[in-house]
């Protein structure tokens, strides 16, 4: 199960721990969080702070999302590209055999390794520009549609 935790600047003592996770890759217990973390997504209004935040997690990748204050930080292994290159090994099946759907900048990569890459209607500029194909929005149920015309 991967875990991730959320953090903001409105609640500090989430981030008072973001120094053990450096240290020892897990939460104070005292959040009730004693996994491993895989992600931390945060809402970080300052950007002096981001980049303080980056310089405590060097072996981590700090990705903002687009329309808004939100941070993710993974370890920099753990990518959807990594991912889905683990799956398919597992299957025995190619990366190009494979569809993804993206509509932010974390999934460019993954829609450029697969063979095709879908970029959702509400979808960024930059991730429409990598993708294969262009679908309807989530509001309008592009997955789903595209999935019934395609295999069903």
Request: glycine fraction near 6%; include cysteine.
């Amino acid at each position: 199960m991967a875990h991730y935790i959320e953090a903001t600047e409105q609640f500090p003592e989430n981030l008072i721990c973001i120094e053990q996770v450096q240290t020892t890759g897990h939460f104070d217990r005292r959040l009730h969080f004693p996994e491993k973390a895989l992600k931390l997504c945060m809402q970080i209004f300052d950007e002096t702070n981001v980049k303080r935040l980056a310089d405590l997690l060097p072996d981590c990748d700090c990705l903002g999302f687009a329309s808004c204050a939100w941070y993710k930080f993974t370890k920099k292994e753990t990518t959807k590209e990594n991912a889905i290159r683990t799956a398919c090994a597992a299957c025995s099946i190619a990366p190009k055999d494979v569809t993804a759907f993206g509509d932010d900048v974390p999934d460019i990569g993954m829609l450029k390794l697969c063979g095709t890459g879908i970029a959702i209607g509400n979808a960024l500029d930059s991730v429409r520009k990598a993708a294969d194909l262009i679908i309807g929005s989530n509001d309008e149920d592009g997955i789903a549609e595209y999935l019934l015309r395609t295999f069903l």
